[in-house]
């Protein structure tokens, strides 16, 4: 963020907690990647893995307590997909909005969405 009276960059911002595991965490290291390996293969996505151990589990953050990313372990149980996350979202929302377009010819809107992405 930039200093509202000079022309210099502040240093404020969030950051996040020391790396070092949390205290309070009921988990083992094994047993969080137990569970990453049991949720890939009910068909999640990264994403979605991190959300459910946070909310329903109590791992706030897979990397501190692993020391390895959800990704990482994915790819050494070789459950990891062919295609990265972000990129199989954005080739959704590209077909989405092919079939959208079909019916809606004249929506401008959706077709400049289409040219973003």
Same mark, same amino acid.
């Given at each position: 963020m930039a200093? /509202?009276?000079?022309? $210099?960059?502040g240093k404020s911002g969030s950051k996040k907690p020391l790396k070092t595991s949390y205290?309070? /965490?009921?988990?083992?290291p094994k047993e969080v990647e137990l569970l990453v390996v049991k949720l890939a293969k009910e068909g999640n996505a990264a994403s979605q !893995?991190? !959300?459910? *151990?946070?909310?329903?589990?109590g791992i706030p953050d897979v990397k501190t307590a692993t020391k390895k990313s959800i990704t990482k372990i994915l790819k050494e149980k070789k459950l990891a997909p062919? *295609?990265?996350e972000n990129l199989t979202s954005l080739l959704e929302q590209v077909i989405s909005i092919k $079939?959208? *377009?079909?019916?809606?010819?004249?929506?401008?809107h959706a077709k400049r969405n289409l040219t973003l992405t």
């Open positions: 200093r /509202m009276h000079s022309r $210099k960059k205290s309070w /965490m009921n988990y083992k !893995i991190g !959300i459910k *151990l946070r909310d329903v589990y062919n *295609l990265p $079939k959208h *377009l079909e019916n809606n010819k004249k929506d401008l």
